[in-house]
């Protein structure tokens, strides 16, 4: 399961993707989109294997399914990973892994 907190706002969706070491900011293993209320959005990737994973996630706020970009090149919408290790460039898949064992993990 995972949860974003302290959304700007309950406009569109968040969108989730779950990635392994060779696929992030690739196609994801899983994706799932979330509902957002009251500044909170909650997903849950189902039959995940085990491994180390992270997920990526943005705020879709027009709802069309990618993200927006500013003409330089800056978001326009906000984005996170797992582990919420952020800094001034794309998330590392070291900083936003954590490992899938045989039960469930938050």
């Avoid at 997920?55 to 993200?67: E, L």
């Amino acid at each position: 399961m995972a949860t974003v907190l302290n959304v700007s706002s309950d406009t569109g969706t968040g969108k989730f993707g779950l990635y392994n070491k060779t696929n992030l900011r690739l196609k994801p293993l899983k994706s799932e989109i979330g509902k957002i209320e009251n500044g909170k959005t909650t997903i849950t990737f189902k039959k995940v294997v085990a491994g180390a994973h992270a997920i990526a996630c943005y705020h879709d706020k027009n709802n069309h399914d990618k993200m927006d970009f500013q003409p330089n090149g800056m978001l326009i919408e906000a984005f996170g990973a797992s582990n919420n290790k952020m800094a001034f460039a794309t998330p590392t898949f070291e900083h936003a892994k954590f490992i899938v064992f045989d039960k469930d993990v938050s």
